[in-house]
């Protein structure tokens, strides 16, 4: 069974970096693509950043310049380096994998919670 598991979320001052990781219970993340998502409370789910099968990273508007996102195909960690940190970056992070044949094949973890404040 699939499971994603975040963790380095918390409570960081503005201006202040997290690191973020989903460490993937798959057989292998190489057949991934893989997302980090932000919710915040009352608002839609946003894609921040993501990075594909080959490597190719992409970014929202919001963290183009601050975020980045990697990824250690061995052992099998997603992480999100955020740095910079402001209020408007507090919520819930989420980490996504789809599989690159199919997109409906996909999976989500539990999300870790970020907080930006003074």
């Known amino acids: 069974q699939v499971q994603l598991v975040e963790s380095g979320g918390g409570l960081v001052q503005p201006g202040g970096s997290l690191t973020l990781s989903c460490t993937a219970h798959?057989?292998?993340?190489?057949?991934?693509?893989t997302y980090w998502y932000r919710q915040a409370a009352g608002k839609q789910r946003e894609l921040v950043a993501a990075i594909q099968r080959s490597g190719q990273v992409s970014y929202s508007e919001s963290a183009e310049g601050r975020f980045t996102i990697s990824k250690d195909n061995d052992k099998k960690v997603v992480y999100l380096q955020m740095n910079n940190l402001q209020p408007d970056d507090t919520g819930v992070y989420f980490c996504?994998?789809?599989?690159?044949?199919?997109?409906?094949?996909?999976?989500w973890g539990q999300g870790t919670q970020v907080t930006v404040s003074p």
């Open positions: 798959v057989r292998t993340l190489e057949i991934y693509h």
């Open positions: 996504n994998i789809v599989y690159f044949v199919m997109r409906d094949i996909n999976y």
